[in-house]
C-alpha cells in the first residue's frame, strides 16, 4: 500500500484556507481507486507553533495505482485546484505504507545481518554458560 499526503502550513487566513480546502477535498473525493483517505488538523506540537495545520493523506492499493489516480482527468482537476492555495503553503509527498497490511517495517540488510550475529553471539554465550554450569556441577559431584 502506498499514500499521497498533502500537508498544509499553518495559513494566514483559516477562512480563505478552510473555504478553497472544502473545494479541493470535494474534487478529490472524486478521484478512482482511492482505498482510504484521512485528515488529520494537527492541534499542537511539544516543541512550540506547529508548522503544519492540516495533513491529507490518500492511500491506495499500489504505486502504479496512485499514478493512475493522480493522472486521471479528476486527478489532474484536483491537482489543479492546489493553485488556489498560497505559494508554498503546503508540500506533497509519496510514500510506501508498512504497517496498514499488517507487515513491519523492513530493515536495512547490515542491520539483519547485525542482528544475526548478535542473536548468534547470545545463543553461543549462553551455551558456553551451560556446558561451564555442567561441568561445575560434575566436578563438585566428584570432590564428593
Do not use: C
Amino acid at each position: 500500500m502506498v499514500k499521497f499526503m498533502i500537508l498544509f502550513r499553518q495559513p494566514e487566513d483559516v477562512d480563505k484556507f478552510e473555504n478553497v480546502y472544502q473545494d479541493f477535498l470535494a474534487l478529490v473525493e472524486r478521484m478512482p481507486h482511492i482505498q482510504r483517505r484521512q485528515v488529520v488538523h494537527v492541534t499542537g506540537s511539544p516543541q512550540g507553533a506547529p508548522e503544519y495545520y492540516r495533513i491529507l493523506e490518500l492511500y491506495f492499493e499500489s504505486s502504479e495505482v496512485q499514478q493512475e489516480a493522480l493522472m486521471s482527468p479528476q486527478g489532474q482537476e484536483a491537482g489543479a485546484e492546489l493553485n488556489r492555495f498560497d505559494s508554498g503553503s503546503f508540500q506533497l509527498l509519496m510514500a510506501d505504507v508498512y504497517e496498514e497490511a499488517g507487515g513491519s517495517t523492513p530493515q536495512a540488510a547490515d542491520d539483519e545481518a547485525e542482528a544475526t550475529d548478535t542473536e548468534a553471539a547470545d545463543a553461543e554465550a549462553s551455551k558456553t554458560e551451560a556446558e561451564e554450569a555442567s561441568s561445575d556441577t560434575v566436578a563438585a559431584s566428584s570432590a564428593d
